[in-house]
């Protein structure tokens, strides 16, 4: 199956700033258009530090007696919401194959599984959308969560595969879960359980 280029680092600000338009992929010997998207916490940090797109926003939330760092979650997750609602017709055209968004967990819980896995749990079910990827680094730990979240019926977007071996391990606890799904849901369709890696 072949996905669409990742357009990656795509943080638009959806709620105050114009959406950005599909680009065409340059070089590409059959133009294709970037159709997935992915944050990351550098990309959504860097945003809401240096532009002004955040602050009404980030006030309101502060005001309301939030936290910096739910704050701060409040507002990639709404981005987030935002470009998955916005790429929802191209999985919908593409049966699932492309139109998705990746968010990421945040990077202080690499070397923490169990903490990996509430918070790739958390965000998917705040989320709840079909189109959307977590991202987990594949870390020791991380590929543990990996497969617990393929287990769940989750799509998973992985990070930071450094080595064959660790790539190996990827696509053993990716197709470890599966199994561990189906099992559990023999009439599931496990197409809807997508990986990037």
């Not at 059959?30 to 002004?52: I, L, W």
């Not at 910096?68 to 709404?78: F, G, I, M, P, T």
């Not at 790429?87 to 990421?104: H, I, M, N, T």
């Amino acid at each position: 199956m072949i996905r669409s280029p990742i357009a990656a680092n795509f943080v638009p600000s959806f709620s105050n700033s114009q959406p950005i338009e599909p680009k065409v992929w340059p070089g590409s010997r059959t133009p294709r258009t970037f159709r997935p998207a992915s944050s990351s916490s550098p990309s959504s940090d860097k945003a809401m530090s240096t532009g002004t797109d955040y602050d009404t926003q980030f006030r309101s939330l502060l005001g309301s007696g939030a936290s910096v760092e739910a704050s701060y979650w409040a507002l990639v997750v709404d981005d987030i919401v935002a470009a998955l609602d916005l790429l929802r017709p191209v999985y919908d055209a593409s049966d699932g194959v492309d139109g998705y968004v990746s968010v990421e967990v945040d990077p202080a819980l690499a070397r923490d599984r169990a903490g990996t896995e509430v918070a790739a749990r958390e965000l998917a079910e705040t989320i709840a959308r079909p189109n959307l990827y977590v991202k987990i680094p594949a870390t020791a730990e991380g590929v543990g969560a990996i497969g617990q979240m393929i287990a769940e019926g989750r799509s998973i977007n992985v990070t930071l595969i450094f080595s064959i071996p660790r790539y190996a391990e990827v696509i053993e606890a990716y197709l470890a879960g599966l199994e561990v799904y189906a099992a559990a849901n023999p009439d599931a369709d496990l197409s809807r359980i997508s990986s990037v890696a």
